[in-house]
């Protein structure tokens, strides 16, 4: 497997302010770019925009897209759906409307641009993360569910339609094992292949969420006790956090305490994480063939703030590309597992640049501008295979 890799661009950053197509289409091409993938947030959300007026817009990006000579390969999802619990709701009613209304309705978009579809829109509540057989009857549930997406997918020709991955245990798929379960599941439900996207921001939550260390338990415990707030402190289970508050309190003894915690998190590890999903390499390296769109933002490591690649940023920046581009071809090197989804055919490296409410325009453009630049010098042609990109690594 050999596929072809291209530079795009994400147009959530024209939201409300260039929304017409024809306006963000010149925006984008002035940047040297010729592919796009087309946000929800950018006026084609199904649910704001209504059945007519969204034949209107897939007409509107057709012509424009030939005129300008550009293409949008992919559609996603945007802040719409990621501000509710959408597919794992507690109510049936609204999981079977965001599948057929929303979900269903952006893959007959997507396909009608001949488009790649993407979406994250689901949250565990938190009485889900308490009990291990609700969570587990969820985490179920939205298996099937995603399994009927992908079917829907494979049904109606789509290229290719994923889930993104998150960084947080209230937003599965958030651990590089537990994604690689849900592709499986889908697959193995579904019959038809189902993907990720994987966020180069979002393996930056998972250190946050850590089995703790029993010194640092010891530390913790005993800064409490001098009234010491303990902050970003995570423990897991309510049960656990109760027995660490009893033991500031001095109403259980220290090592008491730490002992029960560490035997409680041993018992819940859907709530915890390991090193390696800190790891943009390690997620890469793993996953990075079964994500047909990568979203590129730069980031301090410790959030997701989808900064530009442009010079101020990267200075200060932990990705880079050449590494993210090596892990990539360790990814594809990989032998061929059945269990899997096929790996795919093409990758689409996307920039994902968001822009404050308060945000400069002409700020933001030319940070742009120096974030194509900086990754077109590893992928200076737009449907270059992999190979040949591998090949300019090793002459760097």
């Not at 651990?175 to 579904?190: A, F, K, P």
């Not at 019959?191 to 979002?202: N, R, S």
């Not at 590129?296 to 993210?324: C, I, M, T, Y």
Request: charged share 25%; aromatic share 12%; glycine share 6%.
């Amino acid at each position: 497997m050999d596929p072809k890799v291209y530079l795009a661009i994400d147009n959530c950053y024209a939201s409300k302010r260039w929304i017409r197509p024809a306006e963000w289409l010149k925006n984008i091409r002035s940047l040297g770019l010729r592919y796009i993938e087309a946000s929800a947030d950018t006026e084609c959300d199904p649910m704001y925009m209504g059945e007519a007026f969204t034949r209107d817009w897939i007409e509107e990006v057709r012509r424009e897209c030939e005129a300008q000579d550009m293409c949008v390969k992919n559609v996603y999802s945007g802040h719409g759906t990621y501000a509710t619990s959408g597919l794992t709701h507690y109510d049936e009613r609204v999981i079977v409307r965001f599948r057929d209304g929303w979900m269903k309705k952006q893959i007959d978009t997507a396909n009608a641009l001949g488009a790649g579809f993407g979406f994250f829109a689901h949250g565990f509540e938190e009485l889900l993360l308490q009990d291990d057989a609700l969570y587990a009857q969820k985490l179920d549930q939205l298996y099937d569910t995603l399994a009927d997406v992908a079917a829907y997918a494979a049904q109606t020709g789509m290229n290719y339609v994923g889930l993104e991955q998150m960084y947080s245990p209230h937003q599965p798929p958030w651990t590089i094992d537990g994604t690689e379960t849900l592709l499986r599941e889908v697959y193995l439900r579904s019959g038809a292949p189902f993907y990720i996207t994987e966020d180069l921001g979002h393996m930056n939550g998972q250190q946050f969420f850590a089995i703790p260390d029993a010194d640092v338990l010891r530390e913790k415990i005993e800064n409490g006790r001098k009234g010491v707030r303990a902050r970003r402190f995570w423990v897991g289970t309510e049960h656990a956090h109760a027995l660490y508050q009893k033991a500031v309190a001095g109403e259980i003894d220290t090592e008491t305490a730490v002992g029960a915690i560490l035997e409680d998190a041993q018992a819940h590890p859907h709530i915890f994480s390991r090193p390696e999903d800190w790891s943009i390499d390690a997620w890469v390296r793993r996953l990075g063939c079964y994500s047909p769109i990568v979203h590129l933002q730069q980031s301090d490591g410790k959030s997701s703030p989808h900064w530009p690649f442009s010079a101020e940023f990267n200075a200060k920046g932990v990705v880079r590309a050449e590494e993210v581009l090596r892990a990539l071809v360790a990814s594809y090197a990989q032998a061929d597992d059945p269990t899997m989804p096929p790996k795919c055919g093409e990758v689409v490296l996307t920039l994902e640049p968001f822009i404050s409410t308060a945000g400069n325009t002409f700020d933001l453009m030319d940070d742009l501008r120096e974030s194509v630049a900086y990754w077109r010098k590893w992928v200076p042609r737009d449907g270059m295979h992999l190979s040949a990109i591998r090949r300019n690594l090793e002459q760097k």
